[in-house]
């Protein structure tokens, strides 16, 4: 079982950064991966990247490249989203999610454990 806790979410302006934590306990074949989803009022959740914990290799969506960067920090168990030039369509709720395997950004279905979500909201 795997626990996620999200943290650092809040107001920026467009063109700021923004980093978010994920902080993570629990079985670790059960979070080979960690992804970063969001969802903004009226959408689908959508994925934005994820994290192959033991090989620290990224993949972004199309919609982020470029201006996501996930990374990890082993010894805290904490996977980090930082978001540059953010946009007014950067606003959302943003989630941690763990998988054991799959770790695909098209689908929810993979990840069985969530974080409780923290929200970004974007302002010009």
């Known amino acids: 079982q795997v626990h996620l806790v999200e943290s650092g979410g809040g107001s920026a302006q467009a063109g700021e950064s923004l980093r978010l934590s994920c902080a993570a306990a629990?079985?670790?074949?059960?979070?080979?991966?960690i992804a970063w989803f969001r969802q903004a009022p009226g959408k689908e959740r959508e994925g934005v990247g994820v994290i192959y914990t033991g090989s620290g290799r990224t993949v972004y969506a199309d919609s982020v490249k470029g201006r996501a960067t996930i990374s990890q920090d082993n010894a805290k168990k904490t996977v980090y989203l930082e978001m540059s030039s953010l946009k007014l369509e950067d606003t959302a709720v943003y989630y941690c999610?763990?998988?054991?395997?799959?770790?695909?950004?098209?689908?929810?279905?993979?990840?069985?454990?969530w974080g409780q979500g923290t929200q970004v909201t974007v302002s010009s």
């Open positions: 629990g079985d670790a074949d059960s979070r080979n991966c």
């Open positions: 999610a763990a998988a054991p395997s799959g770790c695909s950004l098209q689908s929810t279905l993979w990840y069985q454990a």
